[in-house]
């Protein structure tokens, strides 16, 4: 597999040759930062823990460099961040036992910019090493620039693919901006309830962000018992942990249904929800 950049890394946490290391993959989530994987594709990395024939290929799509930092780490430059950020990442990939964990090492810029096609042809290139059954990446509502532009060139890689290398399934997931807001009908429910110790983990070696004042590991955990417990009110709890994803698999079929039309959907049944409510009780 070619990937664009030089400085790309492809890290096999069991030293398997790179090839055969790819095509064990079943579920693969593209994101783009450090950390975003663990905090929105948790369920997956459990799904496959320890298993033969389930495996997770992680992808960062940028180079971590224009991190905050404070702490340890206020004096570190751009690209002393780089290598941090890279580390945490790796040890990350050790712990959920991951098939592999590629960095592509763009600057965010090239991602928010539509016209770059060298990380749309880096993801086409994974796609096609790793065959995955299913694919995460971020959900088209989410509030980060950089989410939703890593989110639309894997959507535009996808539609690329013939038919019979698509895989069966693309779900949008939560980091900047939550999916409780969606009616629990459109809702891709994903069971965090075991493990616990290991998404604490997995959350927790991204010191040089959680350091800097954002304690991702705390807010992460909460979010998946709000959720679990916040999803039925007339019932007890069915899971101790819970995340959200939005299915955007009609996104990889149909190459003209636009991703805007495609939100807009969820949202207006999201008002339809709330007024119809509204209406019932006046
Ligand atoms: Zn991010």
């Not at 060298?118 to 995955?132: E, G």
């Not at 069971?191 to 991702?216: C, M, P």
């Not at 101790?240 to 190459?255: A, C, F």
Request: proline share 4%.
């Amino acid at each position: 597999m070619k990937l664009y950049l030089e400085t790309a890394e492809v890290y096999i946490p069991d030293h398997q040759p790179v090839g055969q290391a790819l095509a064990r993959t079943t579920h693969l989530c593209l994101a783009a930062h450090q950390d975003d994987i663990e905090i929105m594709a948790a369920q997956p990395i459990i799904e496959c823990f320890q298993q033969e024939d389930k495996w997770f290929t992680g992808v960062v799509v940028t180079d971590g460099r224009g991190s905050p930092r404070d702490d340890l780490y206020q004096d570190y430059t751009d690209d002393e961040m780089r290598l941090v950020r890279f580390k945490e990442q790796r040890k990350a990939a050790i712990i959920g036992e991951f098939a592999a964990q590629i960095m592509l090492d763009f600057p965010s810029k090239m991602i928010k910019d539509a016209s770059r096609s060298q990380p749309l042809d880096d993801i086409l290139a994974i796609l096609r090493a790793t065959q995955p059954q299913v694919v995460y990446t971020h959900n088209l509502a989410d509030k980060h620039d950089t989410h939703v532009g890593v989110a639309l060139k894997v959507i535009q890689a996808l539609r690329k693919l013939d038919q019979a290398e698509r895989p069966e399934r693309l779900v949008g997931c939560e980091v900047w901006r939550a999916l409780d807001w969606m009616v629990d009908s459109d809702k891709v429910m994903m069971d965090l309830s075991t493990h616990e110790n290991l998404q604490a983990a997995l959350l927790g070696v991204f010191d040089s962000q959680i350091v800097g004042g954002k304690r991702y590991d705390l807010a992460s955990l909460g979010r998946r018992r709000a959720n679990a417990t916040y999803f039925e009110a007339h019932g007890v709890d069915e899971t101790t942990g819970l995340s959200y994803g939005m299915d955007m698999t009609p996104l990889m079929n149909d190459v003209n249904l636009q991703p805007a039309e495609f939100v807009g959907q969820f949202v207006q049944r999201f008002a339809v929800d709330v007024q119809d409510r509204l209406n019932r009780l006046r």
